[in-house]
């Protein structure tokens, strides 16, 4: 799968230690309490288990699916969730575990919905940010990186459901996209 990349943005030994300072301060900020984590599928599912086995907190572990209307590099906002939590989060602290925060709309979206369901605060965690791109504002609490205004796959992120196992986050070559 490599042959298909431009570039290797982000090594796997980057992305573990950056996780291990998230994870520390996510333990600093949570000492003591029980917060729930939503992992939004599928893209979160690798950055979910690398975290979740570095943080040293009692706590929760949710996933939510969510699909866009419309095709996925013009999100317009309206967003379907296709599988809701499981347990209740009234009252409770809640993190919410993103691969990437593009335009914000997704996430925007998301975050409304969590909120009406009356938890005690929601916090938001994303591995990668593309600043450059964002259409609403929504500023992450915890985030690994910024990256430039490029397709990356790996490490949970696909193109047409391949590379999400890729073990490093890269960018994908344009020839791609055009088979
Ligand atoms: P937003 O609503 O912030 O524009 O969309 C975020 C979603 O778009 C992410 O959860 C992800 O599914 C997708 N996305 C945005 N940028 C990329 C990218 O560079 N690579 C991949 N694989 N997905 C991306």
Do not use: H, W
Request: hydrophobic share 40%.
């Amino acid at each position: 799968m490599t042959k298909d990349m431009v570039e290797v943005l982000l090594t796997a030994e980057e992305i573990s230690s950056k996780i291990s300072e998230i994870a520390e301060r996510i333990m600093n900020d949570y000492a003591g309490k029980n917060p729930v984590f939503i992992g939004v599928l599928k893209g979160s599912f690798v950055f979910m288990a690398d975290l979740m086995r570095k943080i040293n907190l009692y706590c929760d572990i949710d996933f939510m699916a969510v699909s866009s209307y419309g095709n996925k590099s013009e999100t317009t906002g309206a967003v379907k969730i296709t599988k809701d939590l499981e347990q209740d989060i009234e009252n409770r602290d809640v993190i919410v575990v993103e691969d990437i925060l593009d335009s914000g709309l997704t996430l925007n979206y998301l975050m409304g919905y969590l909120k009406s369901r009356k938890p005690l605060s929601v916090r938001l965690c994303t591995l990668l940010d593309k600043p450059a791109r964002r259409k609403v504002s929504i500023i992450p609490d915890y985030k690994g990186f910024d990256i430039p205004d490029a397709f990356v796959v790996g490490y949970g992120l696909d193109y047409a459901e391949r590379y999400r196992n890729l073990p490093y986050i890269g960018v994908l070559k344009p020839e791609i996209y055009k088979e």
